[in-house]
């Protein structure tokens, strides 16, 4: 039996949060197995990302509140040794969809690794932990969840709505990455590790995610217009409003008081986020797929 500490800093239920990219890829796929749609679920969601979650715990050794754990308790090597033995279990099991899937699911492990070890740590270099984030939980993992889902090789998905999906996953990523880090930049500091988010300051983040998170949603926008519908995009800016509602809420808090850029409102705008996203991806499957 592993230690509770070691079960909190898997962070499991923040898996919740980039559940959407797999809803996402999933709807998109006309024909896939059930089965296998269940199984890369399970791989990715409670093997694949807690792994990453422990690993980055293991060698960050935070202090101060990190991604869905407030109080993250003190680290031990049990928490490394179960990081890599889930890691493990994730690849010998992506072997029953298919070779390439479990290959996918190497390499993603290496990039998680590559942002916290100390030999590497991207996640000191600003742009590049901040790009390699939103490209490896986006476009790579949406691309790895159609593959593990559908049986096709990524070297033969040919459909334009896929790639273009793929590459809005990680847009969309790439604006709100920065936000996920606003409260941590001087824990983050102090370690050296200079993220996007430090970088621009608190307000700027704010700016910097209205910009990129607005380009994402209009992308999406004439996805659904283009390659769907005209509902299905219009319902998508639907499940988006309570997002924008509570985002522009909290930036004027934190126009008048800076201290509002805390790790509360932070959990409170990826499970509105999340919950919105999970419910419209949800929707959509169960329109395109039922």
């Not at 239920?13 to 980039?18: A, D, E, K, V």
């Not at 089965?35 to 093997?47: E, M, V």
């Not at 407030?70 to 179960?82: A, D, S, W």
């Not at 459909?159 to 996920?180: F, K, R």
Request: aromatic content about 22%; some cysteine.
């Amino acid at each position: 039996m592993i230690t509770r500490a070691t079960w909190l800093h898997l962070r499991i239920p923040f898996s919740f949060f980039l559940l959407p990219v797999y809803l996402f890829a999933l709807s998109v796929s006309d024909d896939f197995s059930v089965f296998n749609a269940l199984l890369a679920f399970f791989i990715i969601h409670f093997l694949l990302y807690p792994a990453s979650n422990g690993y980055n715990s293991y060698f960050d050794k935070d202090e101060g509140s990190i991604g869905g754990l407030e109080h993250p308790p003190p680290v031990q090597l049990e928490l490394y040794r179960t990081a890599l033995f889930l890691d493990v279990t994730a690849i010998v099991l992506g072997l029953i969809i298919s070779v390439e899937f479990a290959v996918m699911l190497f390499i993603y492990g290496l990039a998680s690794k590559a942002y916290s070890h100390p030999a590497i740590r991207l996640k000191k270099y600003a742009f590049g932990s901040w790009f390699i984030a939103g490209f490896f939980q986006g476009f790579f993992t949406f691309m790895m969840v159609y593959v593990g889902a559908t049986g096709t090789s990524v070297f033969q998905i040919e459909s334009p709505e896929v790639w273009i999906g793929a590459a809005l996953s990680s847009l969309m990523l790439w604006g709100s990455y920065p936000m996920t880090q606003i409260y941590q930049h001087e824990e983050d500091s102090n370690r050296g590790d200079i993220t996007l988010s430090y970088r621009l300051g608190i307000l700027g983040t704010f700016h910097f995610t209205t910009i990129v998170f607005g380009l994402a949603a209009l992308g999406y926008w004439l996805y659904y217009l283009f390659y769907f519908s005209m509902m299905q995009a219009w319902l998508y800016l639907i499940f988006l409003l309570p997002v924008l509602s509570y985002f522009f809420y909290w930036y004027f808090l934190v126009r008048r008081d800076r201290s509002r850029a805390d790790f509360h409102h932070v959990m409170r705008l990826n499970f509105i986020s999340g919950l919105c996203l999970n419910l419209f991806f949800g929707l959509i499957i169960l329109w395109d797929h039922l």
